[in-house]
C-alpha cells in the first residue's frame, strides 16, 4: 500500500506517547487518520513516553524549525546496573554498589554544560553505513562515537534505594541513556515533558494552525527553513 504524500490537511500534532509502541507506529497512525504525508520532529525509544511533536501534508517541509529545539525529560535511572542499550530494553552488562554522597555529586557536576559522551549502542546513528542497534541486535560490539551536546540544567528529583529520578533541560540530539550510563546506570524510566515552547500537558488529537506554532518559536528556528518556503506552507494551509 503506497504513503500517502497528499500535502493537506497542514498541521502540527502533540501526542503524548504511551511506553511500548514505536514513535513511528504513532506517525503511522496519525498518517492513516488524516490521508497526509506525516513526519515526525524527533522521535522516543519505545520504552519511553511524552511529548511528540509530528506534522501533517505541507507541513513537513517545516521539520528544521522543530527538530533543534531544546527538550526536557524526566527519567528514573538505577545506579546499580548498566545495560547493552542503557535503558530496560538491554541485558545487563554489570552490577556494582550505586554511586551516593560526594561521588554521585562530582558526577553530576561533570555532566553539566557542555559534555561529550558516547552515543549508545542501541542508537539510530550509522556506524560504518549500517544502523547501530541493528548491530547491537546481532551482538556485534563497535565503538560508538561521541556526541557533544549542552545540559541546561540537571536536577535530582528523588533518590530511593540505589535509584535516583533527575529532571533534564538538554539541546537537541542528547541522549539522556548516555548521561544514565555515565552515572553507572541505566534509564528505567523516560518522560520528554517539553519540545522547546510545546509541553506535554496540550497533547491532544486536533491540528495546531502552523502558523500559530511557528509563532512560538525562537527566530533562529524559523531561520532553518526559508522565508519562502514557511510562506508557502501557510498559503496551503489556508486551503485545506
Known sequence: MPIPKAKTPVG?????????PSSFALVAALRRRTGART????????????LLVLLSGAATRLAPCFSGLDKRYLTDVDLT??????????????????LAGADLEAVLESLRGEVELPIPAASAVKVDGERAYRLARRGVTVEMPLRRSFVHSLEVVDVGAGTIRLALHVSSGTYVRSIAQALGGHCTTLRRTTVGPFAVEE???????????????PGDALERVPASVRSAVLELEGTS
Open 39 to 50: 513526519g515526525h520532529t524527533g522521535t522516543l525509544d519505545p520504552f519511553a513516553t511524552g
Open 12 to 20: 502540527v500534532v502533540l501526542v503524548d506517547k504511551p511506553a511500548g
Open 203 to 217: 497533547a491532544a488529537p486536533d491540528l495546531i494552525a502552523v502558523r500559530e506554532a511557528l509563532a512560538r518559536l
Open 81 to 98: 546496573r548498566t545495560t547493552t542499550t542503557g535503558d530496560p530494553e538491554g541485558d545487563v552488562v554489570d552490577e556494582h554498589p550505586p
